[in-house]
């Protein structure tokens, strides 16, 4: 069965997998999530809608009810005063994640979880490893800052592009009404008889021309705003 195409949105970033090396627990949608390079925070919501997560986000939680999972527990949680209608909550380390995700095939491509328990220190180690946790802070610290660095230069680019793409004489909606009828008189530019999305028009221009240079989805994107 195959597996639904998301927005581009809603699939794992170097960010995100960085933040999320420093959570501990998760659900069993969020688990699913990462193991299919999905961003839980924008599709664990919508995940029971599709079939084809059924049967791995039903495996998971019996994993867990069996203690097949060592750190992971399912806790019971009651809906209402008298103690009916209840539901389970299963709160999955972040460890145990790593582990089924890999046993079952899946990829698990998050930096991993370092845990530090406090009872188990002795005074001697306190410092070494208050020091690591310091430097692994520094480390995921520096990776974002490189990533978000690299994002603003990417965005400063788009945007010279963009402005240095139109004379400053240019009327831009007039532009704008211009480009959107030379897709309406080019049956091959446009999406199943409709205009398309400037995704999609960018994929259509980079297939159709290759070897030339492509104004960037969010150039595309600026002219198509003004239809």
Known sequence: MAL??????????DETKISLSLVEFFNEYEVICISSNLDPKHTASSLEDYSVYSYPLE?????????KLSRSRVDIECLDYYGNNEQEIFKIHSKDAKKWATYHGYKWDIPEYREFNSSEITSEQGDDQLQQANERIAELEQQLADIQSTTTKQSAVDN?????????????????????????????????????TYSELHTILTAKNKGEQIPSKVTIQKYMNRV
Do not use: W
């Open 160 to 196: 010279v592009e963009y402005n240095g793409d139109l004379p400053l004489s240019t009327n831009e909606e007039k532009l704008a009404h211009f480009i959107n009828l030379l897709i309406k008189a080019s049956p091959e530019l446009q999406k199943d008889g409709r205009i398309p």
């Open 59 to 67: 495996q998971l939680r019996e994993d867990v009810r069996k203690n």
């Open 4 to 13: 639904p195409k998301f927005q581009d949105y809603c699939y794992l970033d």
